[in-house]
């Protein structure tokens, strides 16, 4: 079961989504999906927080009172694994989504071709072999985390301190570069410093000088190194 939440304050663009999504469903029995449609976000964050959240969010970019992007600011706060496409008239909101960790974005009126590659997607991310983990050792004990939550690592004095997705952090033994080897099947995943390792999914924003994560971190990028970083940031923003 896919359950979809929509937003949008157009009933009739609410209409057109709920029509593909039924469509869809129909011709992949397979994936049999559950919406619901809220008119404005404040519905749907009281429905969230009452029921729990959604597999998919289908967020309207423009609306009265709060943006689709602040949503799923606000959604991404309650740290669950969901995917989420922006819907919009222009593609000028495609940066934005980024800092959310959006899938997308479809641009209205939304086709039938494109919802479904999108939702196809999303389903294919949301698959539990999609998202592997990372056995990390600290003086604990042997802990698997799903690469996923894995926001950063920051080198101290030889020890190496992961940041969870969360706010946990733990300190594991494994250096620098072999942390980079575990991880080098996982795009995700770059090293803008030689103390640092960043999951780009988290990046809040960036700049000539360091990179703005979305749990506040600050982390500093060689001069040298801005171009590389940028490049490689873009490429896994607008990845096929």
């Known amino acids: 079961m896919l359950r979809i939440g929509i937003c949008d304050d157009n009933r009739e663009d609410i209409a057109r989504i709920r029509e593909l999504a039924v469509r869809f469903s129909e011709e992949h029995p397979e994936t049999p999906v559950q919406i619901q449609a809220y008119g404005q976000p404040y519905d749907l964050l009281d429905e969230v927080e009452k029921s729990g959240g959604f597999d998919l969010y289908l967020l309207d970019v423009v609306m009265p009172h709060m943006t689709g992007?602040?949503?799923?600011?606000?959604?991404?706060?309650?740290?669950?694994?969901?995917?989420?496409?922006?819907?919009?008239?222009?593609?000028?909101?495609?940066?934005?989504?980024?800092?959310?960790?959006?899938?997308?974005?479809?641009?209205?009126?939304?086709?039938?071709?494109?919802?479904?590659?999108?939702?196809?997607?999303?389903?294919?991310?949301?698959?539990?072999?999609?998202?592997?983990?990372?056995?990390?050792?600290?003086?604990?004990?042997?802990?698997?985390?799903?690469?996923g939550e894995l926001v950063c690592v920051e080198s101290f004095n030889h020890n190496q301190v992961c940041t969870l997705a969360d706010g946990s952090v733990l300190a594991v033994s494994a250096t620098m570069a072999e942390l980079m080897e575990a991880l080098k099947e996982q795009p995700a995943?770059?090293?803008?410093?030689?103390?640092?390792?960043?999951?780009?999914?988290?990046?809040?924003?960036?700049?000539?000088?360091?990179?703005?994560?979305?749990?506040?971190?600050?982390?500093?990028?060689?001069?040298?190194?801005?171009?590389?970083?940028?490049?490689?940031?873009?490429?896994?923003?607008?990845r096929v």
């Open 189 to 238: 995943f770059v090293r803008p410093h030689r103390a640092y390792i960043v999951n780009m999914d988290f990046i809040r924003k960036l700049t000539a000088r360091e990179l703005l994560l979305t749990n506040g971190k600050h982390i500093p990028i060689p001069q040298s190194g801005y171009g590389e970083m940028k490049n490689a940031y873009f490429a896994y923003m607008t």
């Open 69 to 147: 992007v602040a949503l799923a600011r606000r959604l991404r706060e309650r740290k669950e694994r969901a995917e989420i496409l922006f819907l919009t008239v222009s593609k000028e909101y495609a940066v934005d989504a980024f800092s959310v960790k959006a899938a997308g974005y479809l641009i209205k009126p939304v086709s039938k071709p494109d919802f479904d590659g999108a939702v196809l997607e999303c389903i294919h991310r949301l698959l539990p072999e999609n998202n592997p983990s990372l056995m990390l050792k600290s003086k604990d004990g042997l802990y698997r985390v799903p690469v």
